[in-house]
């Protein structure tokens, strides 16, 4: 079984400084792993993905995520906060292979900036 | 590319009435599409994976007489809340995956259901 843990659901950084949401996985198989961005009332846009190739996965609007088995985890970044950075984020895993397709979601972590 | 539509995107209806949720693969074809089911302020929550052609898989715990899922073609999937209730009310996402990427799944905009 597969499982993703958020830590903080709540995550407040200030415009222009450091952005970094924690996520780590558990898996018994070498995971596939996303995160998705969530704004209100709207459905999930992927950021980026990890599937097996490059560690340091860059995404879209300047996140990147570095996947670390040792840690086990997925930790978001971006290197300075945009106000329209402000949404929920979503951590998702799931396996490898044709047959292992079905996501298994964090609880999220929302992101407010501070002007 | 890799776009889905939901429609509608907000449905009000009455209890006891039955609210039917589309979800369109706009660009692509999709063998497989997910529902899920999100409160306020809470995650996703896998309520059925939709097979072209076939019966949809219901995660435990979800009535499948209730929410009725049927995946008639590679670009449409619709959702059924049959005799809707206030606890009904929730926000309903599709996701569709695309044949070649199989782990990637493309999320639609989601539909607001409030049952009065």
């Known amino acids: 079984a597969q499982s993703v843990t958020q830590l903080g659901s709540h995550v407040s950084v200030s415009e222009g400084a450091l952005v970094l949401l924690r996520c780590n996985y558990s898996s018994s198989v070498p995971p596939y792993l996303f995160w998705y961005v969530q704004y209100p009332n709207q459905g999930l846009q992927l950021l980026l993905k990890y599937t097996s190739a490059a560690t340091l996965v860059k995404g879209i609007n300047g996140f990147e995520a570095e996947f670390k088995k040792s840690e086990t985890s997925f930790h978001l970044t971006k290197p300075s906060a945009h106000m329209s950075d402000a949404a929920e984020y979503f951590c998702?895993?799931?396996?490898?292979?044709?047959?292992?397709?079905?996501?298994?979601f964090g609880k999220g972590t929302k992101l407010s900036v501070i002007p | 590319g890799a776009v889905v539509s939901q429609h509608p995107s907000r449905v009000i209806c009455k209890s006891g009435t039955s609210v039917k949720i589309e979800c369109r693969s706009l660009d692509f074809q999709a063998t497989t599409m997910f529902w899920y089911r999100q409160f306020p302020k809470q995650s996703l929550m896998l309520m059925a994976t939709?097979?072209?052609?076939?019966?949809?898989?219901?995660e435990q715990g979800v009535e499948k007489d209730k929410f009725l899922i049927n995946h008639a073609s590679l670009t449409l999937s619709t959702l059924t809340v049959t005799s809707a209730h206030p606890e009904d009310s929730s926000f309903y996402i599709c996701s569709a995956r695309e044949t070649v990427s199989y782990n990637e799944q493309f999320f639609g905009p989601g539909t607001r259901l409030t049952v009065l």
């Open positions: 998702a895993v799931t396996g490898p292979g044709a047959g292992s397709y079905q996501l298994t």
């Open positions: 939709s097979n072209e052609g076939s019966k949809a898989t219901y």
